[in-house]
Every structure is written in structure tokens, then in C-alpha cells.
């Protein structure tokens, strides 16, 4: 049976510590594990947005936004030769990667402890924060 | 001047055009960058200054136009109800709307011209929104244009991280709209009379629109199904190399 994580990467600096740390540590693993990376794109393109401009122009925006985020986490499992799958969601962060562990029936969440933006971590909470809370199996928070 | 800035009614003004500024910023900057994705490289810039440029105009030119117009007698009545609804608005969960048939602009005037009827039609709210909190003074008008101004330039997650860390955000800003509301609704000619009889209704008025587009907002929202909150949008494997050998 074969171990499966999910990475959440938002390209910052901390999401791909984690996957640095996954990779790393793949040797703990009799198998190598089933890696996800999951990158959320906030909805940014509301009901009023939909009247001026097509959902493919939006998709393909999200998906461009999307596939930047994930191009450093890709890179380096794809030098690790580890298998993985890369998926983009629409909506909010925390919620989405909780959702998605559960589609997936993720065996555990890695994760940076800080995402992108300092600012809004610090008034806001995390994202991290966010998910231990909702998430129903283990988040390991890398520093 | 000065003895403006030492009123507790202007700082209390002051914040109250910074929410709605906030609240109804729209998604112009959204609009202006997905209008202009599909130019070719060279025009992009072009098209997104254009954009910025014509926002920033109409934004001005919109609000001095509410201004005037508010000052006849009756329509702050009119501008009372829109606003009314427009903070019903901002607590219904957004709408999806079906796809309709807008082509992608591939051209240079065509995205320009999307992106200006956009910010008209999305700037309308904030415009009569701003223009009822400022209450005629000049000052705080242009106070919150000069707010809405980066707004519309740079897209910007606060809104929409501040909303989902914080939800009753959404309330507040409508029972919020609704109370300016009401203080327009009280400065019509209309109830010019009524208002000289019963000083109490200075308050009671506002306070009454802005719980009843609380009121009508969560009624509205209830009925409403659950949607779906995240989409997905793109799956896709990669096996490692030593699979494939």
C-alpha cells in the first residue's frame, strides 16, 4: 500500500521547502509514495467579471497562474524522479486543500507553515492554520 | 479645514467611503487584465494603461455625475432604493451566471472597449455609494475617489482574504450601505417636513434600512441552494521515469 501525500504549493519559497522535504525523505517509505500537488487559485473573477469576459479566458488565466506556481515544485520531482500528480482547484485556499485530501483520500498533508504573503499571514492567520484545523488526517507544517 | 479634521462625523465619514470603496472596488482591475490576455505582446501594455487611464476618468466623471443628480429633489429617493439594493446585493452568494457568447477581444480597441463598459457598469455601485457617505462635501469625495483610484489599478486578494478570514464582513458592509441609504433617504425633500417634527427619525431611518437590508439580504440568501465553492480545474499525472522503462 502506498502512501499518499498532498503537497499544497503556492510557489513561494516555503511550499517548495516541503516538497524539498518529501523528496528528501522518501527513503522513510518502504514504496515510494503517491505525491499530489495542489495549487489553489483564489476566484478572483466574480459573477460581474462573467459578463465582459469568456470562462475560457478566465480558465486560462487561472490555469497560467496555476502552472507558475506549480513549475518549481514540478521541477524538482521530476529531477527526484518521484511520480506525482498536479492538480489546480478555484476557490479558497484552505477550504480547497481539504476538500481535495478528501477526493483524494490523502493519507497525510505536507505543507509550509507560511505561504506567500507575510502580511496577510500575520493579520490574517494561514492558510496552515486553517487547514490543521479542517483537515481529518495528519498536516505536517514544515518551517 | 482644520476644524473638520477635529470632527468625530468626518473621521466616522472618512471610514465609512474606505469600506464601501473596499467593498465595491468591483473587479475592474480583474477586467482590464483579462481583457487584455488575448493582445499580442506589444499592444498588452498598451491596453492595460488605456484601461487604467479610461477607468480612472470614468470613475471621476461618473461620480460628479451621481453628485449633481443627487442634488435634485427626489432622486436621493432613487439613489436611496439602489443603494438599498445593492447592499442586498453584496450579502446574496454571487450568482453564476450562464456562459454567454462574448467573444475574446484580439484587438486593441476591442479590449479597450470591454474594459470601458465594464467600469461603467461596475463602477456604478461604488460611484453612488461614495457619493451618499461623502453627503456633499467636496472633500470627502474626492478623498474617496483618490481611495478607489489603486483599487481599480491593481487587482488585489484583501478583499477577498479579508472575507473569507472575517465573513461577517459581508454583513457589516450591507447593513452599512443600507444605513447611508437611509441618511440619504432622510435628506430628500420629501421628508423634509416629517424630519423637522421627529428629530429621532435622523437616526431611527438609517438604522431601519440598514437592518432591513440585513434582514432582507439573509432571507434572500437563505433561499438560496449551497454552491459548490471550489472548481476544479486541471488534473494531470506524471509517472516517474523509472515506470517507463
Known amino acids: 500500500m502506498t502512501m499518499k501525500i498532498l503537497i499544497p504549493v503556492d510557489g513561494s519559497a516555503g511550499a517548495n521547502r516541503a516538497v524539498e522535504y ?5 527513503g522513510w517509505l518502504k514504496e515510494a509514495p503517491q505525491v499530489c500537488l495542489l495549487n489553489v487559485q483564489w476566484k478572483l473573477a466574480s459573477g460581474n467579471v462573467k459578463l465582459f469576459i469568456n470562462q475560457e479566458t478566465i480558465n486560462d488565466y487561472y490555469r497560467e497562474q496555476g502552472a507558475f506556481a506549480l513549475a518549481e515544485a514540478r521541477a524538482k520531482l521530476d529531477s527526484a524522479g518521484l511520480a506525482y500528480s498536479y492538480h489546480i482547484s478555484i ?21 509550509s507553515a507560511h505561504g506567500q504573503d507575510k502580511l496577510s499571514n500575520l493579520l490574517l492567520g494561514s492558510v496552515a492554520s486553517k487547514v490543521t484545523h479542517l483537515a481529518s488526517v495528519p498536516v505536517l507544517l514544515i518551517k | 479645514m482644520l476644524e473638520m479634521l477635529s470632527s468625530t462625523q468626518f473621521w466616522v465619514d472618512v471610514f465609512k467611503i474606505i469600506v464601501i470603496d473596499l467593498l465595491l472596488s468591483g473587479d475592474n482591475a480583474v477586467v482590464i487584465a483579462l481583457a487584455c490576455r488575448n493582445l499580442p505582446d506589444a499592444q498588452r501594455k498598451k491596453g492595460i494603461m488605456y484601461g487604467v487611464g479610461g477607468a480612472i476618468g470614468l470613475r471621476i466623471v461618473l461620480t460628479f455625475f451621481a453628485v449633481s443628480l443627487l442634488s435634485l429633489p427626489y432622486l436621493k429617493l432613487v439613489g436611496a432604493l439602489l443603494l438599498l439594493w445593492i447592499g442586498v446585493k453584496l450579502i446574496l452568494p454571487e450568482e453564476e451566471h450562464g456562459e454567454g457568447n462574448i467573444k475574446a477581444e484580439t484587438h486593441l480597441l476591442g479590449a479597450v472597449k470591454t474594459i470601458i463598459i465594464a467600469d461603467f457598469v461596475m463602477s456604478l455601485d461604488n460611484v453612488l455609494g461614495v457619493a451618499a457617505a461623502a453627503n456633499g462635501n467636496t472633500f ?11 483599487l481599480i489599478a491593481w487587482s488585489s486578494q484583501l478583499v477577498l482574504k479579508l472575507i473569507d478570514r472575517f465573513p461577517v464582513i459581508i454583513y457589516a458592509g450591507g447593513a452599512l450601505l443600507g444605513y447611508v441609504a437611509g441618511e440619504m433617504l432622510a435628506g430628500d425633500a420629501l421628508f423634509k417636513t416629517l424630519l423637522e417634527a421627529q428629530h429621532v427619525l435622523h437616526w431611527l431611518i438609517p438604522a431601519g434600512c440598514a437592518l432591513l437590508v440585513l434582514v432582507v439580504g439573509r432571507w434572500l440568501a437563505a433561499r438560496k441552494t449551497a454552491k459548490a465553492r471550489v472548481i476544479d480545474l486541471l488534473d494531470e499525472q506524471v509517472p516517474s521515469p523509472h515506470d517507463k522503462s
Open chain 1, 91 to 111: 476557490g479558497a485556499p484552505a477550504e480547497a486543500i481539504v476538500q481535495y485530501a478528501q477526493e483524494q483520500q490523502v493519507d497525510q498533508i505536507v505543507m
Open chain 2, 140 to 150: 470627502l469625495l474626492v478623498f474617496g475617489l483618490l481611495i478607489s483610484i489603486p
Open chain 1, 22 to 26: 518529501v523528496i528528501r525523505n522518501v
